[in-house]
């Protein structure tokens, strides 16, 4: 049994809340125990930093400083969103490299009787501790419906691979880790170029013009590359490119429809868990069609290798073996 | 300091010494350790930007700017505001500078200084903050409706049609959660605010 | 050690401001006057530079009027300035051993910032030296004859141009090359900047005069294994990989390989671009001639079956039964001269080597555009056919970065120039250049630069962010978008290209570390090997009869790799010529009495220095091996070891010395 500390943040109760039923609808087969941190508060998104430092970090601080007290068996600090999880990543990497830094916010922290000391909790991302601790090998075990057929653009967003201070991503700008996940459930993954690219963040809310242009990019990306859906492992970026993808389309005169949820909702699915369950009906942009793919068809037939091809033009680079923070190496095929 | 140094700009007028050290000002706010001062004017950050096109200047610009004092400049530019956070800069940038968080330093000077431009960021995150203050959770109803209401009552009718969905398919709360120790973190906010970072 | 104590003289130097502004230097020079005259001082002098001739005049007059029979210098390094302070007291006539040097310059006025702490431990140091320099002996210096042979490791050009000044001197080298030819980069390349000059119409005639002087042995497909012994005397095993052809009686015609049915990919010579045979010679040019049948890819050797080159070959050279060979020379100077790797592109991730077909490296540019590479020198995309309209060449990648190297790898802002003017001249495409500085400060290279701006190469200045294939617009479709921010505009944009060209950096040989611990020599932090003197002495190392030459110590352009490799024969050639070698007399000795013939210290003299007598039961030390080091010293049970300069009186007379003023 997998344990953690467990932050949720604020929007698994809300905007995100297929990613919270799903997740729970998938914790059990992937042996995952989750302990919520008692009494957290919100990270302060992207908000609070823009209006004062040293409040903004104590803020999270509260959080890690909760952590710490409560290690319980696990000093891993789980997050499933971007944006928690690089508040707190960035909170605890800071308050270590400018201890100035760390002083003022643990002055804060005593008005309320807590104190944190850098480096007492391990921050992680849910993507990182499913690969990396529970493994592929596991997910793969617990596939009954594999997803064949549906073409998947893995989308990270930004705040996850990047800035990464602990290195536990194989890369900055095109990780590999979710495309794994998603083959393992056995989906056809496209090499989704914009898989990092950022979705708007709360432009939607103070520039959208701004925010619909990237959106727009990304969902047309996904369009170009022929995918099915798309897959998110950020509330934000499930926001953004679900419920403002009306708008968007409205904006631009377009007709994008391109579905996108949760990675949770796709393991589930796979899984053999109800859509329903899994959380599926509560995207705007819907994902019936997506689905359809895989229930209506029946897994398809092995496909008879291609005979080897005489070698056309000039080769290509072998790909740089990327490896997980796990120390496993990701073998491309 | 530097022999007093005059920089005379277009409108702005002489420059005054204590802009010249703009530079180091801005440092010592950011969290971290900024590498401000190492910045080769590579322009990576302003080439890796999505949101470059709505920038007045590119981040690459603003250092060149803090760097030469240029004080009101910098802090009526509109580009900390469009900076969406995605640290695409930041792993790119060589000399490793700190880009994403000068941005934050920048809105807060700006917010401090009152000169920013356009008023829907920064009342956007002090809405934000208000709710946090007062529920020690954010609150997407009660932050979408107020900041609508005043900053956007045109956008609302096209954004009906979503807002009631996120409703119905109960992605959005009527009710804010609040968390339990108010009182605590009400304390240790009051009291960061009363701290600044300085080395 | 008699009573009376020996006169010495204490000489502060100021070395300018650079002591003198942290050290009180007048204070440090009254202060051995007078506290340590008991000690045996009879004089104390400060003078502005020391090193200067009048500053070793007044050493030397010291010496002969007051009879000095010890000399204390406060001053800089030994490193620097030892040997001239010892043959200053030498020309009065007192053993050189019998001069220290303190340092008191990088050890105290460079490392501290508090002037009165730095007098006094300037005075510390000062009073350590006078206290041990009474225990000094006369000594006198090792000769040993040199050995007029010499190995050069790495057949570029380089290892090349030093190969032959030496050759040519009338001394015999042995030219050791990995590969199976030498050439090394050069033999790459189409057209050499700034000139242009064809590389292959320069660098044919020096390989084929390195294949052919009856003063080389050239050993190619071949590794250094070991190296033992000291300047003028190495003793180095070389280890001949089998090459499953015999040389005696192959005549290079090719058929060989143009029987054999099996193409690998040629990571080496066309840097991944091309195919070659499993028995081969990586180019037409090769030396020498003959093949290299490369074992883990042949058929035979995999499945038993095939053998075809032996069958064709005419004069039954193939040898499937040949086995590595191992050859033991003795050489008394060492060049090393193994070049560099280039940075791997793929770590860039955001310029999309390796997933983008069309974005190339500038080595794989390279060959394409050289005739005799695997397009016939036709520059086209990854699909071996389509020319491209527009082309964009990176600067920088992976240099000046400190995600990747820190340092400008100096000579890719000229090849990426050459790459303009050649995509130009090929195909007529429009070219576009994305650079951060342009460096290009040789001779003739700014004059190049200006030529390719007249061509009409566009210059974007600015570190070019991400390669792309994800379109904003139907305008972008089946480009490869190049996203930068034009610094000079102070706008981003965004340029469609159809082809990618990467100027990555060098970088030092993925193996340089552990070859140059063979050599016992070190690297920078960055990898590169570190010459004596990055300025004076850029071709030698601080091991004695160790030389480096080329880009092994660092990034450079063909010209000042040829330099440096003449550089560097010249240095060997001053040391065979002068016939032998003076060595330091700072060894060990043991006291046979003593020994109790325990063997502790046998194996661990790194300089094998040590051996046994069985029949008298004691150890004994090779002085003309020993260095000095004083492991053995440390290790000695019975005391039996004790190393010349370094006795225990001497040690615990400057321990007391350093801590008199506690
Ligand atoms: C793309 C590109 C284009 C260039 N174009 C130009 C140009 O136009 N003009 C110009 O002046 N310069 C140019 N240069 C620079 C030029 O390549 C170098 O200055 C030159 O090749 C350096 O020669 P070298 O002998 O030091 O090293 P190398 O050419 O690297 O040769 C080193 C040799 O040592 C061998 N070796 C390495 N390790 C060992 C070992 N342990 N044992 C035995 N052998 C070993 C290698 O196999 C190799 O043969 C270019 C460089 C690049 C990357
Ligand atoms: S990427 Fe870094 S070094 Fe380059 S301009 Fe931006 S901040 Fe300066
Ligand atoms: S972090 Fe901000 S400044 Fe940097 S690339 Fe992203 S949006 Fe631009
Ligand atoms: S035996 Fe090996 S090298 Fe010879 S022809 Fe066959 S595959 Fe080629
Ligand atoms: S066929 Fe024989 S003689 Fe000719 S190159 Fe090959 S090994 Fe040498
Ligand atoms: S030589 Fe030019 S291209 Fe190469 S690292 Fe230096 S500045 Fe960059
Ligand atoms: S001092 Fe001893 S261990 Fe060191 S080199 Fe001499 S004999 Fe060998």
């Not at chain 1, 952590?67 to 605890?92: F, H, I, R, W």
């Not at chain 3, 030498?90 to 460079?110: C, D, K």
Request: with cysteine; net charge negative.
């Amino acid at each position: 049994m997998n344990k953690y500390l467990f932050y949720p943040g604020c929007s698994m109760e809300g905007s995100a809340r297929a990613y919270y039923e799903s997740l729970k609808a998938i914790q059990p087969a992937l042996t995952m125990e989750l302990e919520e941190i008692e009494d957290w508060n919100c990270c302060g998104a992207t908000e609070y930093l823009s209006i004062n430092l040293i409040p903004a970090y104590s803020l999270i601080a509260r959080n890690l400083a909760l952590a710490a007290q409560q290690k319980n068996g696990t000093d891993t600090v789980m997050a499933p969103c971007s944006a928690c999880y690089l508040n707190l990543e960035k909170a605890d990497y800071y308050m270590a490299e400018r201890p100035a830094l760390g002083e003022k916010v643990n002055e804060a922290l005593a008005a309320g009787g807590l104190h944190y000391e850098p480096g007492s909790v391990q921050i992680r991302h849910l993507v990182d501790v499913i690969i990396n601790d529970i493994g592929l090998e596991t997910v793969k075990s617990k596939v009954v419906r594999p997803l064949t057929g549906l073409r998947v653009a893995p989308y990270l967003g930004c705040m996850v691979p990047r800035p990464d201070f602990a290195k536990r991503w194989s890369d900055h700008e095109h990780p590999s880790e979710l495309d794994d996940l998603m083959k393992a459930l056995g989906a056809e993954v496209i090499d989704f170029p914009m898989k990092t690219s950022c979705c708007g963040g709360h432009m939607t809310q103070i520039g959208p013009e701004t925010a619909y242009e990237l959106i727009r990019r990304l969902v047309a990306a996904a369009e170009e590359q022929g995918a099915d859906i798309m897959v998110t492992m950020c509330p934000m970026c499930q926001m953004n490119l679900d419920a403002y993808q009306g708008e968007t389309n409205r904006h631009f005169g377009t007709n994008y429809h391109m579905p996108i949820v949760f990675f949770t909702q796709l393991m589930a699915v796979a899984f053999g868990i109800d859509p329903k369950q899994a959380g599926f009906g509560l995207e705007l942009v819907s994902a019936k069609d997506a689905l359809a793919r895989i229930g209506l068809k029946a897994p398809e037939e092995q496909k008879p290798t291609p005979a080897r091809k005489k070698p056309e033009g000039l080769p290509m680079p072998k790909p740089l073996p990327k490896k997980y923070a796990s120390g496993q190496t990701v073998v491309e095929e | 300091m530097a022999p007093a140094e005059t920089v005379l700009t277009q409108g702005a007028g002489l420059k005054k010494p204590e802009d010249l050290t703009l530079l180091h000002e801005v440092a010592e706010a950011t969290a971290g350790v900024s590498h401000l001062e190492m910045c080769i004017q590579c322009g990576t950050c302003g080439g890796s930007c999505p949101s470059a096109a709505d920038m007045d200047h590119t981040p690459r610009a603003l250092f060149a700017m803090l760097r030469a004092g240029m004080r009101e400049e910098v802090l009526r530019s509109n580009t900390p505001w469009i900076c969406v956070s995605c640290y695409h800069c930041v792993v790119r940038c060589p000399q490793e500078v700190h880009i994403a968080d000068v941005m934050y330093t920048l809105k807060s000077m700006a917010i401090k200084a009152k000169k920013y431009t356009d008023s829907k960021p920064p009342d956007f995150s002090q809405t934000f903050v208000g709710m946090v203050e007062t529920f020690g959770r954010s609150f997407e109803l009660g932050l979408a409706t107020r900041f609508y209401l005043t900053h956007q009552p045109l956008r609302l009718p096209g954004m009906a049609g979503m807002g009631l969905g996120m409703l119905t398919k109960k992605r959005m709360n009527l009710t804010p959660n609040r968390i339990k120790n108010m009182d605590q973190l009400t304390a240790i906010l009051e009291k960061a605010k009363t701290l600044e970072l300085t080395s | 050690m008699s009573e009376q104590k020996p006169k010495i003289g204490v000489y502060v130097c100021h070395c300018g401001s650079n002591i003198a502004g942290m050290v009180d230097v007048e204070n440090v020079r009254d202060w051995a006057q007078e506290t340590l005259g008991k000690d045996g001082v009879v004089v104390s002098r400060d003078y502005k530079f020391m090193c200067s001739s009048l500053g070793q005049e007044l050493i030397e007059k010291d010496i002969k009027e007051l009879g000095l029979e010890r000399v204390v210098v406060a001053a800089c390094s030994p490193h620097l300035h030892e040997k001239t302070f010892r043959t200053a007291s030498e020309r009065a006539g007192l053993n050189p051993y019998l001069t220290e040097l303190v340092s008191i310059r990088e050890q105290v006025s460079w490392v501290h910032t508090d002037k009165d702490v730095a007098t006094e431990k300037s005075k510390a140091l000062v009073s350590g030296a006078v206290h041990r320099v009474a225990y000094n002996t006369e000594l006198q210096p090792l000769k040993v004859p040199i050995n007029p042979n010499t190995l050069v490791v790495g057949g570029g050009i380089a290892g090349i141009q030093a190969a032959l000044e030496i050759a040519n001197a009338g001394f015999h080298v042995y030219l050791v090359e990995r590969e199976p030819s030498i050439g090394g980069h050069m033999a790459q390349f189409d057209k050499t900047f700034p000139t242009l000059d064809c590389s292959a119409c320069i660098l044919t005639p020096r390989m084929v005069e390195a294949g052919t002087h009856p003063n080389i042995t050239l050993l190619t497909w071949s590794e250094v294994m070991s190296v033992s012994g000291y300047v003028g005397n190495f003793n180095v095993t070389i280890k001949k990989k089998a090459r499953y052809v015999n040389e005696e009686l192959c005549t290079g015609c090719g058929i060989c390989v143009e029987k054999c049915p099996q193409k690998v990919i040629d990571d080496v010579y066309e840097a991944g671009l091309g195919y070659r045979k499993v028995i081969y010679t990586p180019f037409a040019q090769a030396v020498p001639k003959y093949p290299v049948l490369d074992r883990p890819n042949c058929t035979f050797f995999k499945n038993g079956k095939c053998k075809a080159c032996e069958k064709f070959c005419p004069t039954n050279a193939i040898d499937f039964t040949q086995e590595d060979q191992y050859l033991n020379v003795e050489v008394g100077n060492i060049i090393l001269a193994t070049g560099y790797d280039l940075f791997d592109a793929r770590r860039v991730t955001n310029y999309g080597y390796g997933r983008l077909p069309n974005v190339f490296t500038s080595l794989e540019f390279e060959r394409m555009s050289n005739a005799a590479g695997p397009t016939g020198g036709e520059i086209t995309l990854r699909d071996g056919k389509t020319k491209p309209e527009t082309v964009g060449i990176i600067h920088c990648v992976g240099s000046r970065d400190k995600n990747f190297n820190n340092y400008c790898s100096s000579i890719c802002c000229m090849q990426s120039l050459k790459f303009a003017h050649l995509v130009k001249e090929r195909t007529g495409a429009t070219v576009y250049e994305f650079y951060i500085d342009m460096r290009t400060p040789m001779k003739a290279y700014d004059e190049f630069y200006q030529r390719v701006l007249e061509e009409g190469t566009l210059f974007v200045r600015g570190k070019v962010a991400e390669v792309t294939n994800a379109t904003h617009g139907p305008h972008e479709k089946g480009k490869l978008i190049i996203q930068v921010e034009d610094t000079l505009v102070g706008k981003q944009r965004r340029i469609p290209v159809d082809m990618v060209i990467l100027s990555v950096g060098m970088e030092p040989r993925h193996d340089a570390k552990q070859v140059g611990q063979m050599f016992g020599i070190s690297c920078s932090s960055d990898g590169w090997y570190i010459e004596r003197h990055p300025k004076l002495d850029p071709v030698t190392t601080m091991t004695e009869g160790i030389l480096i030459a080329g880009c092994a110590s660092g990034p450079k352009d063909i010209p000042a790799s040829v330099a440096q490799g003449a550089a560097a024969a010249a240095r060997v050639l001053d040391k065979i010529l002068q016939k032998e070698v003076e060595l330091e007399p700072i060894r060990a000795t043991v006291d046979e009495a003593k020994c109790s013939g325990c063997r502790i210290c046998n194996n661990l003299c790194p300089f094998n220095a040590i051996s046994f007598l069985d029949d008298l039961a004691v150890t004994r030390i090779n002085p003309a091996l020993c260095q000095g080091c004083g492991t053995c010293v440390a290790a000695c049970p019975a005391g039996a070891i004790s190393g010349t300069g370094f006795s225990n009186e001497q040690i615990f007379a400057q321990i007391e010395g350093l801590l008199m003023g506690v």
